[in-house]
């Protein structure tokens, strides 16, 4: 989404939330999917600014009192209020997000790659940093694929690899039991998804918009992208309901 349709969106979702004066954190569980953090400007619409993922955090916590709503983990039965989490495992995760997430009681999650775990890039977590993330009060690691393909483009026997192998890795690095994740690009399919309830997860979260409202979306749990452009009225316009309709 370039800066001007940013900006036209943004006017329109405005609009509508101000006419329905509605929260759909009164529904369920509004879940904001997150990805990097940089203290520099960045072209990439999924990594944002330290400053301003903390702008962000401070108005919705502002904006939850305000409005009677909470913080929750995802969980198999969907608490009405707000879910954060981080797909692919940056290093920024645990050096910027954490600290302030576990400063206001936050909880989080975190799923991981382990081609990016295991490669050389540094702006991904290694082992040694992916266990300091798991102890940060209110830290919780799924899975995200062993090599982060789209799982709806393979066969069942690759989708199971996937799904098993990266399950059996996180927990042999962090000897705690896994048993969530986030689809990689968010594809699924019913295949995939009785696949990865075969793989023991019990929760998989998706990248379709929406509101977890019940616990027969566990295995697809809907969530709303955090943009590069997004400020702070945005994301809380984001977690109302209003860019809903404006979103892919």
């Known amino acids: 989404m370039n800066s001007l349709k940013f900006r036209l969106a943004a006017l329109a979702a405005a609009g509508y939330t101000q006419l329905a004066r509605t929260s759909r954190t009164k529904d369920g569980l509004r879940v904001l999917m997150y990805h990097d953090l940089s203290h520099s400007d960045s072209s990439d619409l999924y990594t944002l600014r330290a400053e301003t993922f903390i702008n962000q955090l401070n108005r919705l916590i502002e904006w939850a009192d305000e409005n009677d709503a909470s913080f929750h983990f995802v969980a198999d039965e969907p608490k009405p209020g707000i879910a954060v989490t981080f797909d692919d495992g940056y290093m920024s995760t645990l050096q910027i997000a954490a600290p302030i997430l576990a400063e206001h009681r936050i909880p989080f999650h975190v799923y991981v790659s382990r081609v990016f775990v295991a490669g ?129």
């Open 120 to 248: 050389a890039d540094r702006r991904f977590l290694c082992e040694s940093s992916l266990k300091d993330l798991a102890a940060v009060p209110g830290a919780k690691i799924g899975a995200h694929g062993l090599s982060h393909r789209p799982l709806a483009t393979l066969s069942i026997d690759d989708q199971a690899t996937e799904l098993r192998g990266s399950r059996e890795w996180l927990e042999d690095v962090l000897q705690i039991r896994v048993h969530e994740m986030s689809f990689p690009h968010g594809s699924h399919s019913d295949d995939v998804v009785r696949t990865a309830s075969s793989a023991g997860y019990d929760i998989a979260c998706c990248s379709a918009v929406g509101t977890y409202v019940d616990s027969s979306q566990k295995m697809s749990v809907p969530r709303i992208d955090v943009w590069s452009h997004d400020d702070e009225a945005t994301v809380v316009n984001k977690v109302r309901g209003g860019w809903d309709w404006l979103m892919p």
